[in-house]
């Protein structure tokens, strides 16, 4: 096995419906593909099983999707408060065309922080070209300000296209005047059944300067940046560079899951394979049954053989199998040849000053696997360290208290530099933080 099977997924997709009111170009969704498919909604039976089972199952995060979720405002609603209410953190996808500050000011009441919404363009007619809306962008920018004024976090995530390639660094900026200071620039994933994609997807050149935009963007205008997929090292090679990309890996099936409208069970988003039915199955019978997204059997051999697999994960395996009709095929954007010739950052642990005070956060949430406890701090719920049974216990005997890494030493009889290294990497990690 390449990864160890969890109890149950980290973080959920849950697509609320297959409906959408725009009609993006880029849409990865199968289902806006095929005719054949039909729509669906998830109906307030299926969601009331579906945030049983996340609740049952210890989920640490939940992101509710579509289709476009605001197209079921009850149902969205009635999951939050249910989840929230069960500690579980949520987090919601919508393109905001919708989103009135009534609705905005419900989201901040059920405990929901933040949004995130899609634009294709600081220009408002290429952006409705690309969502093939008229008025969409306008609708998408009062969306922004209802959301804003009600206190939610907005962050916004840019598809990139060949139609927009040129425009990465026009648009974040146009967003920060927006007050919108997290952006993430993604390229267009090919959908599993469209034609003709080869028109939208960027090059490998035009890939490499996206990442150079987005580090310019973090170092002079101070926004976070990001990308919501991984790709392979050897797609572009500067690895300390662009960390925001290099720290991600694909977790489909092995952290994460989609839970479709008509209850089927995905490993991801992209993928169009249903691995069960939450209805009928239930969620972890679905989880279990990924094993194919674990063992490394959807892995082409090169990547199998590259010594840089355990830091890269190998790509998208949808995208391999759209481009190349199989998923043990190598990432569309992979370049082998590249890999000698990358130097992975030597992620040095920063050692804190002596007598630096710590605490314990207030929240912390924890899930007991059989290697180990998943721990995670309200920042880090879709990202939780996997910490030893011993040091889960450590923490938890130091709540509510102001101590050093010296005081650790003495207080379990760890020797300084031991101790000195946890407190570091529990801080790294944000279970820990400076008092």
């Known amino acids: 096995m390449f990864y160890k099977t969890l109890s149950a997924p980290i973080?959920?997709?849950?697509?609320?419906?297959?409906?959408?009111?725009?009609?993006?170009?880029?849409?990865?969704?199968?289902?806006?593909?095929?005719?054949?498919?039909?729509?669906?909604?998830?109906?307030?039976?299926?969601?009331?099983?579906?945030?049983?089972?996340?609740?049952?199952?210890?989920?640490?995060?939940?992101?509710?999707?579509?289709?476009?979720?605001?197209?079921?405002?009850?149902?969205?609603?009635?999951?939050?408060?249910?989840?929230?209410?069960?500690?579980?953190?949520?987090a919601v996808n919508s393109n905001l065309t919708m989103m009135t500050y009534e609705d905005a000011?419900?989201?901040?009441?059920?405990?929901?922080?933040?949004?995130?919404?899609?634009?294709?363009?600081?220009?408002?007619?290429?952006?409705?070209h690309i969502f093939q809306r008229k008025g969409a962008f306008d609708f998408t920018m009062q969306g922004i300000e209802n959301a804003q004024k009600a206190g939610l976090h907005v962050a916004v995530s840019m598809v990139v296209t060949s139609h927009n390639v040129d425009q990465v660094y026009e648009?974040?900026?146009?967003?920060?005047?927006?007050?919108?200071?997290?952006?993430?620039?993604t390229k267009a994933s090919p959908p599993v059944n469209a034609v003709n994609f080869d028109q939208f997807m960027v090059t490998q050149q035009q890939l490499q300067a996206m990442l150079e935009t987005l580090q310019s963007l973090k170092l002079d205008e101070?926004?976070?940046?990001?990308?919501?997929?991984?790709?392979?090292?050897?797609?572009?090679?500067?690895?300390?560079?662009?960390?925001?990309?290099?720290?991600r890996r694909c977790s489909a099936g092995v952290t994460t899951c989609t839970i479709g409208a008509d209850g089927s069970v995905r490993p991801c988003s992209h993928s169009d394979?249903?691995?069960?039915?939450?209805?009928?199955?239930?969620?972890?019978?679905?989880?279990?049954?990924?094993?194919?997204?674990?063992?490394?059997?959807?892995?082409?051999?090169?990547?199998?053989?590259?010594?840089?697999?355990?830091?890269?994960?190998?790509?998208?395996?949808?995208?391999?199998?759209c481009c190349n009709g199989s998923f043990d095929t190598l990432d569309p954007y992979a370049s082998p040849e590249?890999?000698?010739?990358?130097?992975?950052?030597?992620?040095?642990?920063e050692l804190l000053k002596p007598g630096q005070l710590l605490m314990v956060p207030s929240f912390l949430r924890a899930r007991a696997e059989e290697f180990g406890v998943l721990c995670a701090s309200?920042?880090?719920?879709?990202?939780?360290?996997?910490?030893?049974?011993?040091?889960?216990?450590?923490?938890?005997?130091?709540?509510?208290?102001?101590?050093?890494?010296?005081?650790?030493?003495?207080?379990?009889?760890?020797?300084?530099?031991?101790?000195?290294?946890?407190?570091?990497?529990?801080?790294?990690d944000t279970l820990l933080v400076k008092a």
């Open 11 to 90: 973080t959920v997709q849950v697509e609320l419906t297959t409906a959408c009111d725009n009609d993006c170009l880029y849409c990865y969704n199968h289902w806006r593909h095929d005719k054949h498919i039909p729509g669906a909604n998830m109906h307030r039976d299926l969601l009331e099983k579906v945030v049983s089972d996340l609740i049952d199952s210890n989920v640490f995060q939940v992101t509710f999707t579509g289709g476009e979720v605001l197209l079921r405002k009850k149902e969205l609603f009635f999951g939050l408060e249910q989840l929230i209410r069960a500690g579980v953190s949520c």
């Open 105 to 128: 000011t419900k989201l901040y009441e059920l405990g929901l922080r933040g949004v995130m919404t899609s634009v294709s363009s600081h220009l408002a007619s290429n952006h409705d």
């Open 171 to 185: 648009t974040a900026l146009a967003m920060k005047a927006r007050g919108v200071m997290e952006f993430y620039a």
């Open 222 to 247: 101070g926004i976070e940046v990001g990308v919501l997929e991984c790709y392979p090292l050897c797609s572009y090679g500067h690895t300390g560079r662009y960390s925001f990309v290099s720290d």
């Open 273 to 321: 394979v249903s691995y069960g039915d939450i209805a009928n199955e239930g969620l972890k019978a679905a989880w279990f049954g990924m094993t194919d997204q674990r063992d490394g059997s959807l892995l082409p051999e090169t990547c199998k053989q590259c010594k840089l697999l355990s830091s890269c994960s190998g790509g998208c395996r949808v995208d391999a199998f």
């Open 338 to 349: 590249r890999v000698s010739r990358i130097e992975l950052p030597s992620n040095e642990l």
């Open 378 to 428: 309200e920042k880090t719920m879709a990202m939780p360290a996997l910490l030893t049974a011993d040091t889960y216990a450590l923490i938890n005997s130091l709540k509510g208290q102001v101590f050093t890494a010296e005081d650790v030493s003495d207080s379990f009889d760890i020797p300084l530099r031991d101790a000195q290294k946890l407190c570091a990497m529990l801080v790294r």
